[in-house]
């Protein structure tokens, strides 16, 4: 059974850092497409960052050179490192499997940046 529970949000001032994980369990992280989205209140969800099976890595322009995306396949995790945090990134930040025949999104994470 699919399974995706992120964890690591919270509180960070402006200029910090905070690394988001993504536990998968029912299937294997290094075999699909993996990303995360966040949404920010009165806003659409947008993609930030996505890894695909053979590590390819592909990020948005806002978060470009602040944000990595990485896997841990021994732990079947996806990380999000996010450095450098902005005001603007305050979101709940969702992981995500791409299918093909279906798409599986875990239950969110709030990341509030203030300070």
């Known amino acids: 059974q699919v399974q995706l529970v992120e964890s690591g949000g919270g509180l960070v001032q402006p200029g910090g850092s905070l690394r988001l994980s993504c536990a998968a369990s029912?299937?294997?992280?290094?075999?699909?497409?993996m990303s995360w989205y966040r949404q920010a209140p009165g806003k659409e969800r947008e993609l930030v960052a996505s890894?695909?099976?053979?590590?390819?890595?592909k990020y948005a322009d806002s978060v470009k050179g602040r944000f990595t995306i990485s896997r841990d396949n021994a732990k079947n995790t996806v990380y999000l490192q996010m450095a450098s945090l902005k005001p603007e990134d305050t979101a709940v930040y969702y992981c995500?499997?791409?299918?093909?025949?279906?798409?599986?999104w875990g239950q969110g994470t709030q990341v509030t940046v203030s300070s």
């Open positions: 995500k499997r791409l299918g093909p025949r279906a798409d599986y």
């Open positions: 029912g299937f294997t992280v290094s075999m699909y497409a």
């Open positions: 890894i695909t099976s053979i590590g390819s890595t």
